[in-house]
Each structure stands twice: as C-alpha cells, then as structure tokens.
C-alpha cells in the first residue's frame, strides 16, 4: 500500500484528514470523528513515503529540522501534507482539501458574505478553531472576486492549498519558503506590487499582523484568518498579541481598518451526510469601531446580538436560517477539477533555487541545492535534538 492508495480510501470514505505514524493503523477523521482503518503501517514505509513527497533535494532540510510543511494533488486531491519526526520514527498529518473550487455556493455559506469583497479597501478576517473551514471561506471569498472584478489579487500562503485560475482577476500566487522567504517580506514585497487585494493565509506573529494591518490601511483590500471561537475574541487576540504600551495604537488602527469579521464552525446534518458552517458575523459599525478603539471587546457580544439590521448574524440567528435552508450544494454535484497547481506546472527555463534560510548562530549552515535542482515545496521545520539520525538508520 502506497500513499496514494491511502489518500484514496480516505476521499472514498469522506475524511477531512488523514494521520500515519508508524506502527499504527492509519487514521482518519470523517465528520469530525477519528476512526482507525486497516493494518498498521510499517515504519520503513512511511520513510520512503516521506522521502519521496519531500524530494532528494529538500531530504537533507528535513533532516535536520524534523519537519516539513507542503501541498500537494493527489489522487485528484489537493493535499495539505506535513511530514513530522515522532517518538517512533516519521509521521504524516494530511488534510485533504475540498474536490472542487471553492465557492460561497458549494460551501453553502450565506449568501450576504459576497457583499464583504465589493469594498475596495479595509480589513476581513475569518476566525474559528482548527479544522473549521477558514481556508476554504477565504478561497471562497478570493474566488468571488476573481469571478466577478477585475482586481489584481496576491495571495501569500504557507503553503498553497486552493489553486485559482484567473477568470476575470489577475491573480498572483506567492508559497513562503518556496516563493519567499517569510510573511513579512512577501508583505513587504506586495505593497509594490501594485495590489487590489491580498489574501494572506494566517496572521502568526505581531510583526506580521503589523504589516497586514498598515496594508488595509493603505487602500488594499486585505484577508486573513486568526484562530479563535468568536468574532470578539478574534480581535482581542490581535490586539493582545503586541505588547501592552503599543496595545492602544493598535487598535485604533484595527478600528479604522475592519470591515467585517467571520466566526465559523462545521456542524454535521445526518439528513445531508455533510458537515455545514455556522457563522458569526460582525460588521464593523460606528458602535464596534468605539468598543475596539476603547478595548472594551465584552461590549461586541451585545452589539452583534442586536445587530441583525446592519447584517450582522449571531451563531443563534444564522443556525436558524440554515435549519429553514431548503436548497443545498452536495459534494456529488457538478463536480469539477481542482486547477492545477503553480508549482506541478512545467517551468519555464531553469528553475530557480530554493529561498536560502537566515544563518544561525553556533549551528552550521546546509548548502543549498544547485540551481538545477527539482524544489518539491515549501519546507519549514523546528529544529528537535536528539539522535534522529540513528533512528532512520535503523529502518533503512
């Protein structure tokens, strides 16, 4: 059994996401549940499965930082893969990704949330807990725009997970590690690029929400996410993130800029057999402006209960439009091919190489390949010691 044959009975079966470890049977995750399949998989196949995925070129990085992050299509699935050093030796955490381009249809979202993306600048940020959607929210929200503007959009991401074709937009595509080196260069980058919008994939570090909030602030229409389980603590969590001398600058600024936040989560409909997103939305009134320039984030939960009139929706409210939702999008539904990946593309002349990583202090510096060498993604990896190097020596 290959890994293909593996991310293929995961799409049979309906799995959001499938985890390998060695000597354990696989596992994965259908409607929210984790469920084990089939017969252990054996530590040396995971490693030549690793090996493989990750390529020649880009082996020796994983060696030495145990980790490697990347996307890929696989079996007609587009695959967000990451490749982790465990206790007992490689392990695989897979998410497999949507079968189609997404959109506010086929997520079967509320149809309001395509009136976010005609604003021509300010802040949209999509929040809720891991494994709730806001990848595919946010593709949806790019996609509408492709579909409907001719804006110039560039997506910075780590890595790619949805590909888009440009339909009526022109879209530029940039994976950090692979395109560049960091978040905060590619935001810097961008603001001479002459952008309409960006999207950048999730705002990690203070220093990268800085950037993406004086971007909204500078006429570009910017989108991002943020873990969190409501709309208000999604702002307090960029707000707590800077240290507290600054918090106040910071937001006013985010109070000038927002436009909307999203909250989401997938809740399952037996009668459906699919997992649907509930959301919370809040507008970004006169009133939310003076709670987040004031930090007094308690207020929001109040003003988006009795903000319904300014479109605003409650996860009471918006459960309760989706109960009495009679038409749905179904998976089998007019299905249609996922776009091809930049990076599966054949390149154009000599690749270029691989974005060279910051020395570090005390350690030695890899190499990097030839500029010949074939790049398989993004790879970005924490280092572990430990005798890493005596287990793959074992299994090979």
């Known amino acids: 059994m290959n890994l293909e044959s593996l991310i293929g009975i995961a799409r049979q079966q309906g799995a959001s996401d499938l985890h390998l470890e060695a000597g354990l049977a696989p596992a994965m995750r259908v409607r929210g549940a984790l469920r084990l399949t089939g017969d252990p998989v054996p ?32 079996q007609g699935v587009r695959c967000r893969i990451n490749v982790l050093q465990s206790a007992r030796g490689i392990g695989f955490a897979i998410r497999l990704l949507a079968p189609f381009q997404a959109t506010v249809e086929k997520l079967n979202l509320h149809p309001d949330l395509k009136k976010l993306v005609t604003h021509p600048h300010g802040l949209i940020l999509v929040s809720g807990p891991t494994g709730s959607g806001k990848s595919s929210t946010l593709a949806a929200l790019i996609q509408e725009i492709n579909l409907t503007d001719t804006r110039h959009i560039v997506t910075i991401e780590s890595p790619i997970e949805y590909t888009f074709r440009p339909r009526r937009a022109y879209i530029r595509q940039r994976e950090v590690g692979r395109d560049t080196p960091s978040f905060e260069q590619a935001l810097l980058d961008a603001l001479r690029e002459d952008p309409d919008v960006l999207m950048v994939g999730e705002m990690r570090d203070p220093e990268t929400m800085r950037l993406t909030l004086n971007a909204s602030e500078t006429g570009h229409l910017v989108l991002s996410t943020v873990h969190s389980s409501t709309c208000a603590e999604a702002l307090q969590r960029v707000a707590s993130a800077f240290p507290a001398e600054i918090q106040s600058g910071v937001c006013a600024q985010l109070a000038d800029c927002l436009l909307a936040v999203i909250c989401q989560r997938l809740h399952f409909r037996p009668e459906l057999k699919i997992r649907v997103p509930e959301c919370e939305v809040l507008m970004a009134t006169h009133a939310v402006k003076n709670f987040i320039r004031n930090r007094d984030f308690f207020k929001i939960i109040s003003a988006l209960e009795t903000g319904a009139d300014h479109g605003m929706w409650s996860f009471q409210r918006y459960r309760a439009w989706v109960d009495s939702r009679k038409k749905w999008c179904l998976p089998d539904e007019n299905p249609e091919a996922p776009d091809n990946d930049p990076s599966d593309a054949p390149p154009i002349g000599d690749p270029l190489p691989p974005v060279p990583e910051p020395p570090k202090s005390g350690k030695n510096i890899e ?30």
């Open 43 to 74: 530590a040396s196949a995971l490693l030549a499965f690793a090996r493989e995925i990750i390529g020649e070129a880009q082996w020796p990085r994983f060696l030495e930082r145990r980790s490697a992050d990347l996307s890929k299509t696989i």
């Open 367 to 396: 190499p990097s390949p030839s500029p010949g060498a074939k790049t398989e993604g993004r790879i970005e990896i924490e280092p572990i010691e430990g005798g890493f190097e005596k287990i793959l020596k074992k299994l090979e």
